[in-house]
């Protein structure tokens, strides 16, 4: 097999983000889209059950954090490895992606078993939402292992040269789950539960066509047995890297489950009016998230192979391409939110809530894009630190603190009102860190109006 991931030091910046960052795009806007209609059909049981996949989603987000986590960092490593010619430790990384997956799935599952319950009450979950809570939870954790298997492995198939397979296994999985979802919530009387086991079984067979591209030996990286065996140096590499990616979701885990406690005590429309921000928040957002999965692999390589012009036309690209997409997207969405909400319910009163809240929590969103690459960027180039810092600044050094304080002084408008907060310096701390950066790595931060790449 050609080696594909040569082409990232050769070939044109704008073709590569095409190649690399449109499927991972594509993907995540798959992804968003499928979240979408699972909210779309589960609003049709009703407010409650919005509640209840809102406070579920914290323990379904730790589960996506792991395995993001793993893919990030083996990606790093796998990327910069084979800007370095280093094949060796590229292949090591893909043994112990697949190891740790196996490894996490089975402590999910049984801590699940025993003590589910009482981490749902914990995290917000009120008794008129509890029994749909862990209809919807309970599955998800029990096969938790092919959630770290599909993050994970999609990380590593793009980080090889291979972001179409990524983007086409992303597509398949989630349009089979939005098909399965009517199927198993209304024709099968399962409701929530059953929303939980459409995602599991299309999740499944993502999972399943990844490891067969390993196994089968259509990769430009061999499996080898030999390499499934713990390796504690390319573990913690990949967790040194990858840690941060994990934080960053575990953080924002941590700030949705915070929020939900303190909407506990205004009832369970509120709640639900958040996890409807969060899902359209993830329509926005997450194909900014798949962009920048794509920019990793062509950082990380011109990186190790010590192509600093390359790095700075990635990276101011993938500054105003991200920009410009979140603000169009929250734009359109901020004109006229009720025609948004009304896809998930008919309730005026919430429709009402999720319309108010929904234009306060969006002003700063246009802000995100950067965060987003600069975390990324920092990744890439093997900085630990600097993206750890990142991945907690907006939801737990800055989110946290400014909702507990604004919520006690000002009631519910202040939990709204944290989020733009946050968002506003967490954008001022981020952009003056990776503008350092990039001055200290010799590679100025202005505008491409005279670079000339080629065809």
Known sequence: MQNDYE??????????????????????????????????????????????????????MIIGAIGVGVGVGSASLISRSLGAGNTRDAEKAVGQVISLALAFGLVVALASFYYLRPLLILVGASPEILGYTEDYTSVITAWSVVFFLIMSLNNVVRAEGSPLLSMKIMIASSLLNIALDPIFIFALGMEVRGAAVATVLAKSIGAFILLFHFISGRSSLVLQLKNLKPDWIIIYNIFRIGFASMLRLFSKNLSLTVTNVLLVGFGHIPIAAMGLFFRIQMLIIMPVVGFSQGLLPLIGYNYGAEKSSRIRETVIKGFSISTAFITLLALIIYINPPTFLRLFTAEAELLAMGTYSMRIMMVMLPLIGIQVVSTVFFQAIGKAVPSLFLSLLREVMLFIPLVLILANYTGLLGIWLARPLSDLLAFIITFAMISRELKNQNIPLRPLFSYNEAV
């Open 7 to 60: 082409l990232m030091g050769k070939e044109s910046i704008t073709k590569l983000l095409f190649r690399y960052s449109l499927p991972a795009t594509v993907g995540m806007v798959v992804a968003a889209t499928y979240n979408i209609v699972d909210t779309i059909f589960i609003g049709r049981l009703g407010s409650e059950a919005i509640a209840a996949l809102s406070v579920a989603f914290p323990i379904q």
